[in-house]
């Protein structure tokens, strides 16, 4: 995840605090995770892909600028926009967070087909027979890094023994990527890549979500971080019209998302 500064959100415009319970209110029953993180992520990405597909209006002379908030709905299935308008000019972002609009055509009086700037998904497949990399230089990331993390899932006696760790995860991620039945689609670094379930300590229990990336000139997945599925929950969330599409295994109920936090993961390129 990028570090705060490095949000293109917060880069495009100011958000004052109480705007996530802004956003929060209008929306359709779901549960968004302790201090609504999962939304505010969800936000964050529909905003990439957004800026990605040119679908974020801005208008200079009107000082408005408005983009539709992924796939989110209002309790009676009206679209639901982010509207923002000029900011003062003494602040860095253009734009300032005003509040929400609803509706397919939500702003009167202009030229613009609004209604035109929903963004497309177009998630790839998952190819079984691409290899998964792991980069030797990754594996302090990986293993040293967010030990805390590992050893919520795994326990600390299985963490502290990194070869056993490494063998165990790389076993199960050339299980999985054979069978793949489990792997979803999440936004990730910018982009459209993969989360496969790890199922280290119980066949029935997902552990960890392998983060992968995908590696196009060499045909292959590389392997970026380990999650713990709540976490990776929000990456997943934010790229489908409803938690309903996703695997069995990602769909976490209200008390899991609602009584975990949500570090940011600082991986460095």
């Known amino acids: 995840m990028p570090r705060p500064h490095q949000v293109a959100l917060y880069t495009f415009g100011n958000h004052s605090p109480g705007w996530l319970e802004t956003v929060h209110e209008n929306l ?3 549960p968004w995770g302790k201090n609504l993180k999962v939304l505010e992520l ?3 990405i529909n905003f990439e892909i957004a800026k990605q597909q040119q679908k974020v209006y801005e208008d200079d002379s009107a000082g408005i600028a408005i983009w539709r908030a992924g796939f989110l709905v209002t309790p009676t299935m009206d679209p639901v926009w982010m509207y923002y308008e000029r900011n003062n000019p003494k602040y860095p972002q253009k734009w300032n967070f005003k509040g929400v609009k609803i509706g397919e055509t939500p702003l009167q009086g202009i030229t613009v087909d609004i209604s035109n700037y929903s963004v497309k998904y177009d998630p790839p497949e998952f190819k079984p027979k691409w290899e998964i990399y792991i980069d030797p230089r990754n594996f302090k990331h990986i293993l040293e890094d967010n030990k805390e993390r590992l050893s919520r899932a795994l326990g ?10 490494f063998r165990a995860v790389y076993g199960e991620l050339m299980l999985e990527r054979k069978e793949a039945a489990g792997v979803i ?3 990730y670094m ?6 496969m379930p790890l199922s ?6 997902v552990d960890l979500t392998a983060a992968l990336t995908i590696d196009e000139p060499n045909k292959r997945y590389q392997l970026r971080t380990l999650l713990l599925p709540h976490y990776a929950y929000a990456n997943a969330r934010a790229i489908v019209k409803s938690k309903a599409q996703l695997s069995s295994w990602a769909i976490l109920d209200e008390t899991i998302l609602d009584s975990e936090s949500y570090e940011e993961d600082g991986e460095e390129e």
């Open 28 to 30: 359709k029953a779901e």
């Open 185 to 187: 689609n999440q936004w």
């Open 42 to 44: 969800y936000l964050r």
């Open 200 to 205: 280290l300590t119980d066949p029935d229990k």
């Open 190 to 195: 910018d982009g459209y890549n993969f989360l």
């Open 156 to 165: 600390e006696s299985i963490v502290n023994n990194q070869h056993f760790l």
